[in-house]
């Protein structure tokens, strides 16, 4: 099946007389157990792109198919409700909640949706994230490694249907940002279905499609 799939997607921000097509007529499509990666230059609509997927921002125009329902014409409390359980959201700034321990940001996706984690899905997570020995941390007392992995941890808590990720790495020195590369390809390899922005040529390397993005238009490399 599908994972993802738009038709026509836009997104139009008009400042002034100005407007821009952030995304402009995208046909975008992911399959289930698929990676993308998705690449372009500053500004060409990435970030607008990932988060029309996520349900974070609503389309001007188009369609967005997750699993074949149609999200974008949901109200927003069931979108809400498709954003816990179905997507899985990892930020370049970790965007965890500070006065929260790294297992409390880890569980938050269930409290919210007031299900009970599922604790062995937890343990298989943390333990493969290597994060056991941190949970009772806050974050101001874990590396950017370390913050990164919570975040990660916290957007498949709820196994959604997809991950997406805006560039995950983009806040980390090198070395580390391997190390959260690889995690990504381990997942990849497990039949996660990611979509990545990066411009990590591993991640290009291994992602079963590689889109480009310019001027809102995306299509495949
Ligand atoms: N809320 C907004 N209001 C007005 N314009 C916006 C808004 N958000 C994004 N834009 C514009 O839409 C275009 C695409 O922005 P976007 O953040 O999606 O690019 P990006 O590819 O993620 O860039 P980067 O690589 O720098 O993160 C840019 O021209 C940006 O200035
Ligand atoms: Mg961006």
């Known amino acids: 099946m599908k994972a993802l799939k738009t038709e026509g997607l836009t997104k139009i921000y008009r400042q002034g007389d100005e407007t821009i097509y952030?995304?402009?007529?995208?046909n975008f499509e992911l399959d289930d157990g698929e990676m993308a990666a998705i690449k372009g230059a500053s500004g060409s609509g990435k970030s607008t792109l990932l988060h029309l997927l996520a349900g974070l921002d609503r389309p001007s125009h188009g369609k967005i198919f997750?699993?074949?329902?149609?999200?974008a014409s949901l109200d927003s409390k069931a979108l809400a409700e498709i954003r816990r359980r179905e997507i899985g959201f990892v930020y370049q700034q970790f965007n965890l909640v500070d006065i929260f321990t790294a297992r409390e940001n880890i569980i938050l996706p269930s409290l919210l949706d007031e299900k009970k984690p599922d604790e062995k899905w937890f343990d298989e997570l943390t333990e493969m994230l290597g994060i056991r020995d941190r949970l009772e941390h806050l974050p101001s007392e874990l590396s950017g490694g370390q913050l990164q992995r919570v975040a990660i941890a916290r957007a498949?808590?709820?196994r959604p249907a997809v991950l997406l990720a805006d560039e995950p790495t983009g806040s980390l020195d090198r070395e580390t940002a391997q190390e959260i590369i690889s995690l990504f390809l381990r997942l990849h390899s497990i039949g996660t279905t990611i979509a990545i922005v990066t411009h990590d040529e591993k991640i290009a390397a291994s992602a079963d499609t590689v889109w480009v993005m310019d001027g809102g238009e995306i299509k495949r490399e």
């Open 22 to 26: 952030a995304v402009h007529d995208a």
């Open 66 to 71: 997750l699993r074949n329902k149609d999200i």
């Open 156 to 158: 498949l808590i709820n």
